[in-house]
């Protein structure tokens, strides 16, 4: 059977002729898939929120009865939280490895210029918010009475714990476990002698013996523990390192570069699967936190001015400003942009967690955008573990708030403190749920407010966490879209500096494997031109081009 490949004699390699076109249903069927799994999703939100406030009116269920029907959603979130891992890994290597050292840091220049500016502004905004419309009345107090006590965090503690975690001592403890300074009350006996009094002889005389009394005294000892949770910083400090070495090690690192290549896609297909299973488990974790929740009602009627300025402040934040900077810089329709990411803010205000929406959001911008993967592999991760723009306005109104309830009025002096302490815990807090409560004693903490009332706002958590949770991922998403647009022309250059070093590998192997006589090339041009080739017959037949033939196999060979 005759073989026909076009050849390009001045490119000195072969080229395959160009497969032929698909059929045209093939683009078709596939967008309507993606609008289907979108639609899909967007359901599962409203199913979920609409059965879990029905069946509050129920007949009390039981607890067994909320945990089958939050089941679902807790597979989907182990999950997604599966692949968060080796996604990270295998995406930060990938994308530092196919960048010089030049490119890579501009890349994370670029990136966090973006999300300090970014987060700074959220902080401002949130305080300015809760000064404007001032939820916090002391009268609220007589509605809550007092929280639950809270141990106070050390500002500087937390720094230092933020440093030991960017450089684990074991990188297989770091997959699972923190580490975090922890405060303990420690007995010490100290012996304590009563005023000596002339009518009282010592003790040891009159009894013939040592009575010196032992009086208990407690000091504030500090050690360091080891909490679970990944450590996802130290992860992303190490990997990052790796990925810029192996880029610096070239053909000798092409080995482990296709691994971790072949690594990436195969999480990527895995979270492709995991995405059809998400509207079940978004709706069902939804409807689940809703009928979990104890007077919702009367909550939401003493905290609804609070609720309304967070969330007033995210919609101003995610829907104005960072739409507004990402078409100041790009000059591109930045609601489009959303469209395309909007599967992953579907995600997030389900999950209420930044990395576990992190796979959901690599593919809406991949797939969707047409985003460089060599961006999306070291921004993404970065992104979800320190750019949270919607929990540092969250922090800083929360923070206000309290200071409004307790009847303390706070300086400019304070102010400004509370939004730069809000944007550097924001920084520091791990993209998990319910992060928010925990960096937010840093900042009580700063500015001298109870922080036992931190526990008074874990009932609406719940709520606020999700539309925070989904402002953090859309703030991700505009970061890679102006970053990519910023490297762009770097990444072209890139691009074609590697075609052009291909080329010439390519044409040097070539030129070898002509002038080596043991392959036994030979060839001649006559009226009917004949290429013989290790013993095997091939006609040349011009096509049109002096410079292009087509070779047509009259005898079977191999091509090694």
Request: proline share 5%; hydrophobic share 45%.
């Amino acid at each position: 059977m005759e073989k026909q490949v076009e050849v390009r004699m001045h490119e000195c390699h072969f080229e395959a002729p160009a497969p032929p076109p698909g059929p045209a249903c093939g683009g078709l069927c596939n967008k309507f898939m993606k609008n289907l799994l979108l639609a899909l999703t967007v359901l599962g939100v409203i199913v979920g929120s609409v059965a879990g406030a029905l069946l509050r009116y129920a007949s009390p269920l039981h607890p067994d009865v909320i945990m089958i029907i939050a089941f679902p959603g807790d597979i989907l979130m182990r999950m997604l939280k599966m692949v968060i891992l080796p996604l990270i890994i295998s995406s930060l290597i990938t994308g530092l490895a196919g960048l010089d050292a030049k490119s890579s840091s501009r890349l994370g220049t670029r990136a966090m210029v973006y999300y300090m500016s970014t987060t700074i502004i959220a902080a401002v905004l949130g305080v300015l918010l809760v000064l404007a419309i001032h939820p916090g009345h002391p009268k609220l107090r007589s509605h809550f009475g007092e929280g639950k006590k809270n141990d106070d965090v050390s500002t500087l503690d937390a720094l230092f714990d933020l440093i030991r975690n960017l450089f684990p001592e074991n990188l297989v403890q770091a997959c699972f476990q923190q580490i975090q300074t922890v405060t303990n009350k420690v007995e010490v006996a100290t012996p304590h002698h009563p005023p000596h009094h002339p009518s009282h002889h010592p003790p040891h005389h009159r009894f013939g013996r040592n009575t010196t009394k032992w009086a208990a005294k407690y000091v504030m000892k500090k050690s360091l523990q080891f909490k679970s949770g990944m450590n996802v910083l130290g992860l992303i400090g190490f990997f990052v390192a790796f990925g810029i070495c192996m880029g610096k090690m070239g053909e000798k690192a092409k080995l482990m570069m296709d691994f971790f290549n072949v690594l990436n896609e195969i999480v990527m297909k895995l979270v492709g699967m995991i995405m059809w299973y998400s509207p079940v488990g978004i709706a069902c974790l939804i409807c689940g936190k809703i009928i979990s929740i104890n007077d919702l009602e009367v909550v939401a009627k003493q905290l609804g001015m609070y609720m309304l300025t967070v969330i007033v402040g995210l919609i101003i934040h995610g829907g104005i400003f960072l739409p507004l900077i990402y078409f100041v810089i790009v000059r591109k329709n930045p609601f489009t942009f959303f469209m395309g990411v909007f599967q992953a803010w579907v995600t997030a205000l389900g999950t209420a967690s930044s990395a576990g929406t992190l796979p959901v959001t690599f593919r809406c911008l991949e797939e969707n955008l047409g985003i460089d993967k060599r961006v999306t592999r070291f921004v993404l991760p970065v992104g979800a573990t320190i750019n949270m723009d919607g929990t540092a306005l969250y922090e800083a109104v929360a923070a206000i708030f309290i200071a409004q309830m307790n009847g303390i009025k706070l300086g400019p002096g304070q102010i400004v403190t509370v939004s730069l302490t809000a944007t550097l815990a924001s920084v520091g807090a791990a993209s998990i749920p319910s992060a928010g409560l925990v960096t937010m004693l840093l900042i009580l903490t700063a500015v001298g407010l109870p922080t036992q009332d931190i526990s008074l706002l874990i009932a609406v958590d719940w709520l606020l966490d999700r539309f925070r949770t989904s402002v953090n991922v859309i703030g991700d998403s505009y970061g890679a879209g102006i970053v990519y647009h910023l490297t762009k022309d770097e990444l072209n250059m890139l691009d074609a500096q590697q075609m052009r070093t291909d080329d010439f590998e390519m044409t040097k192997s070539q030129s070898l494997y002509e002038n080596n006589t043991n392959h036994g090339v030979y060839a001649s041009y006559n009226s009917s031109p004949q290429v013989l080739i290790d013993d095997c017959k091939i006609n040349l037949t011009p096509n049109g081009s002096p410079a292009v033939f087509s070779i047509i196999e009259e005898e079977p060979w191999t091509q090694e």
